[in-house]
């Protein structure tokens, strides 16, 4: 993810979208592209960051805490941690980009937004040129150190990835509009989370 994020910010104007889980393997990357703009914004003048990630505020199978025969069981406590991480992840980003705004280096934006359902794939569209697409899997398990129970918690970092590029072969351009089209979508109707209030 790293490599992708990194070319990315090579450019005059960044844009990078995720739909996904909670995006932290991606906010790590973008944590450290955007506080080095703070240093030394290179050609980059312009960076728009926008995130999908699932509602937690509603009962949810994915992820959920594994009952009796593996059947999921709603878990309050777990979707509000997995809240917290998101918000954490906004906070400092917009954060960030509102630094670098008022700097008058770089106009940056960043910004989360909420889908219904469960997480179920991660993409993430680099400047409008790069797709990166995989489904994660929804049984994989994970055992907090406070509690002995297990919970359904897919993990974005094993998730395999495939890629589209613009300067790739075939049906590649068709495949990149296609996405981006469905996020540009997904985004308007997405609704502002809780901690933001209402849509800016």
Known sequence: MGLFVSEAFRT??????FLGYTGETLYNELYHRLE???????PT?????RVLVPDFGQPMTVPSRVGEGGKPIDDPDFRKRLEGKCQEFDETLSGLAERLTALVRVSAHCEYRLYQGVPR??????????VLHGLYDMTARTVLRSSAREHYDPKGYRTDLNVWSSEGAGGAKTVIATWNKH???????????PWRGPAR
């Open 36 to 42: 080095g703009l703070l240093d030394d914004p290179g």
């Open 45 to 49: 003048r312009h960076v728009t960051v």
């Open 183 to 193: 996020l540009d979508d997904l985004w308007v109707l997405a609704a502002p989370p």
């Open 121 to 130: 794939e991660k993409i993430c569209v680099f400047n409008r040129e790069l």
């Open 12 to 17: 005059q104007t960044v844009d990078v979208r």
